[in-house]
DNA sequence: ATATGTCTGTTGCATTTGCAACAAATTATG
DNA sequence: CATAATTTGTTGCAAATGCAACAGACATAT
């Protein structure tokens, strides 16, 4: 599909969208009961975050140029609780996720054309949801950290590549401690499955 | 939206579409690269499940009534690692995800309105996902159980509920040991958390 | 009714993980 | 450039988890 001439059609098309431009670490929505908000990440990257009652803070998803999220794909049951965060300068559009399907009740050519183009990108969404759940099935760090290796390779095509996170955050992106990651990373290294100069990794003995 | 409806209809006007019916334990599908299957489920509760290489069986998602599932959904790298399994009796009605996209661009008001109930279908699949990462993401058994249990009983209206599963499969829901689970569930009896009588629990004290 | 298989429930022990605390390195910011 | 803030890297120790093994309960099939 051709997300750029979708969404530049959208946008042409229906009035009701809304583009704004957010810099690092500002927040760009937060999820709230009942407001059924879509977002289209049309430039940059970030990060859906839960902060739990206990401290824990989640990355729940990150998200890059043209993924979509907002409360659709959530059951919210407590406000602000969910939060997406810019991580570098990012290009948002905002719309409602009425416009979609109610609109297509009458018969125009593109809001035909919009709810396929909406399909293909929820089909697209199930899909990386389905990686992530696969991620965190895992049982131990060490699985996580290999799992999510092979993935962020053969997507790349390549066994040296940066961790497109912080160390930090990748701890919180595969729901583990931090520390305990990094000591798991040093084991890793030490047993020669990988090679690490900080965020850079290099797999070896596939 | 009338998911009854659309199924009947569907059926009726795709010729494309086959109905078949499983007996318990039986393997519904297993998942095979490129091949682009779309099943729903119309009657019965069925897992799909990946058994690992280390011996882990992770039941990676449960379906019941109406629920989508098929290749799809997902990035699939080993054929027939992922597979269906019937945990009861089910109809389960086949068809190829081309048949939805495909046909609709010819204008007929059936295609449009498949399109559109797919787009529901998946969007609830997003959803239930999404509930899946969170449960997941928990970090200790016990606060996975505590989600879990409150999710069922916030859907069922009612703080005692029968547990969907065996508490075997429960553990490869969750991802964890069995074992260290049921001692889990253990202290959660003792410290008067919740009630349990086999698979039949009651959440008290919120 | 008996045997077979699966599920539940339990426990000791080894391993893994989380927690806390700190130092060094790196990155932002005035 | 200097300072603050964040991130990386490390470690000892406590707690949680997984593993293994077993007994009893329950269900299913012969």
Redesign the interface.
């Known amino acids: 599909m051709d997300m750029e001439k979708f969404i530049v059609d959208f946008e042409k098309q229906c009035n009701k969208t809304k583009r704004k431009v957010f810099s690092k670490g500002e927040t760009i929505t937060t999820y709230i009961r009942g407001r059924q908000q879509v977002c289209i990440l049309l430039e940059g990257t970030a990060d859906l975050i ?1 902060c739990e009652r ?1 401290g ?1 803070r ?1 990355i ?2 990150h998200f890059s140029k043209n993924d979509v999220f907002g409360e ?4 919210i ?1 407590t406000n602000r609780e969910l939060f997406v965060e810019a991580k570098q300068k990012c290009t948002v559009l905002f719309f409602v996720y009425d416009n ?2 109610t609109k ?1 009740k009458q ?1 125009c050519r593109f809001h ?1 054309e919009l ?2 183009s ?3 990108l ?2 697209d ?3 990386l ?6 991620l ?4 131990s760090i060490r ?1 996580k950290l290999i799992t999510y290796f092979k993935m962020i390779s ?1 997507k790349n095509f390549t066994n040296s590549f940066t961790v497109p996170f912080s160390l930090t955050d990748l701890a919180d992106y595969l ?3 931090r520390s305990a990651m990094m000591r798991e990373l040093k084991m890793l290294k030490e047993e020669g499955f990988i090679e690490k100069i900080g965020n850079k990794i290099t797999m070896l003995s596939q």
Chains 1, 2 share one sequence.
């Open positions: 839960r206990s824990d989640i729940v998803d659709v794909f959530y059951n049951t979609i399907v297509c018969n035909k709810v396929a909406f399909s293909e929820m089909l969404k199930i899909t949801q389905n990686t992530r759940v696969e965190l099935s895992k049982r699985e053969s729901c583990v401690d």
